[in-house]
């Protein structure tokens, strides 16, 4: 009787294992399922990140600045300049 417990024993032990290893690699599989879409949304954002770096550096320019000011402001460069010494 104690041989059949124990082989009992062992076999559901064994049972339980495997079924252990089979849960682990479904949630591994699961896990990197996950971990390559939030790669792909990373990568997403890194380019748009890049993009807007390039639309900044593009909007920043000083012909760029300059145009939009005379457009927009109706700004102009003044006609004679005077210089103030301030004592």
Excluded: C
Aim: proline share 3%.
């Amino acid at each position: 009787m104690p041989r059949r417990y124990l082989t009992s024993l062992l076999l559901a032990m064994v049972l339980g294992s495997a079924l252990t290893v089979i849960y682990v690699k479904h949630q591994s599989r699961v896990l990197f399922a996950d971990l390559r879409e939030v790669q792909k949304l990373q990568d997403r954002a890194v380019i748009q990140w890049s993009r807007l770096q390039l639309q900044n550096s593009t909007l920043a320019t000083h012909s760029n600045v300059e145009a939009r000011a005379r457009r927009t402001l109706k700004m102009r460069l003044p006609e004679s300049i005077q210089l103030v010494r301030l004592p």
